[in-house]
């Protein structure tokens, strides 16, 4: 892969709070060399459904033709807005990898337990469609992928790839660096 191969990195912030209604999304082009290459942003509903739209729409927002890869930081956004990354991969028609940082047993249990009904059935549908996790080992430390658009081996190359240090891809890293930095400067006070 050369120096100048970029992705774009998607990641979220939001409070936490039951008050909180909207959460920042961050985009972050890195390329392979690890030079911030743009930023963008964008607002996803807390709780809601409109994940998937968000990421679609910030990479439109960043319009980078030269941008090869996707990476999200997880599917559960948001107090569970499910991203569905076969959606997100039509959409952008590159490959597109959603990397988590901590072992899990799924999101079942714990998206029944937040929604019932119509807003149960849609998230567990959607979170059930994706590909499953595999655990991937980078400088010393696990990290879980999902991939839409690639083989597993080459998902696995780009993780390892885009992360010259620690665990965290550098598109994951910026992306939250920003998003975090996003949202403190629109909600605090």
């Keep these: 892969m050369?120096?100048?191969t970029r992705a774009l990195g998607v990641a979220e912030s939001y409070d936490g709070s039951q008050e909180a209604d909207e959460s920042t999304l961050a985009g972050a082009v890195v390329r392979a060399d690890r030079v911030v290459d743009g930023v963008g942003f964008e607002r996803c509903t807390v709780g809601g459904t409109d994940a998937t739209e968000t990421v679609r729409s910030l990479t439109d927002r960043l319009a980078r033709a030269d941008v090869r890869y996707v990476f999200l930081a997880g599917i559960a956004l948001s107090w569970y807005n499910v991203v569905d990354l076969h959606g997100v991969h039509e959409a952008v028609e590159r490959p597109v990898l959603s990397v988590t940082f901590e072992e899990s047993d799924g999101l079942d249990d714990a998206i029944a337990e937040a929604f019932d009904g119509d807003a149960l059935e849609r998230r567990l549908?959607?979170?059930?469609?994706?590909?499953?996790r595999r655990r991937v080992e980078v400088n010393d430390r696990a990290v879980f992928v999902r991939c839409v658009g690639a083989s597993e081996e080459t998902a696995e190359r780009l993780v390892k790839r885009f992360t010259p240090a620690g665990g965290r891809p550098e598109p994951l890293r910026v992306a939250r660096m920003a998003a975090r930095a996003g949202h403190r400067y629109r909600f605090e006070e």
């Design 2 to 4: 050369k120096s100048g």
């Design 125 to 132: 549908d959607v979170y059930r469609d994706q590909p499953p």
